[in-house]
């Protein structure tokens, strides 16, 4: 059986929570998307930000690299959730360059 064909079997059985996390999966396998993080125009000066919040990925980046944990991250930011935060990590380690540029722009400040 092949890994379509038994995903395919799996499907009946799924809420559509979980199809909706596993179209996210697929699309974000196949075009390099990450859920969970967008760029608004005009927003945050367009950066990468958690999705429907003002916080940009940079500014987590920033906190973790000045040694804050995850915990410390929730606590600070209530707002956000684990999920959150793993989207971050994630858009960071296929945005490193871009991410730490900002970072570098924002220190100045």
Do not use: H
Not at 37 to 55: F, L, N, S, V
């Amino acid at each position: 059986m092949t890994a379509l064909q038994k995903v395919a079997a799996m499907l009946p059985e799924m809420s559509p929570g979980e199809k909706a996390q596993l179209l996210q999966l697929v699309v974000s396998d196949l075009t390099n998307i990450f859920p969970g993080i967008e760029k608004t125009p005009g927003m945050c000066g367009g950066d990468a930000c958690i999705a429907g919040t003002r916080i940009p990925v940079w500014s987590l980046i920033n906190s973790r690299n000045l040694g804050l944990t995850d915990g410390q991250l929730l606590d600070a930011y209530p707002s956000l959730s684990r999920e959150n935060l793993k989207n971050a990590w994630s858009y960071y380690s296929a945005n490193q360059s871009e991410i730490d540029e900002l970072i570098a722009e924002n220190e100045d400040f």
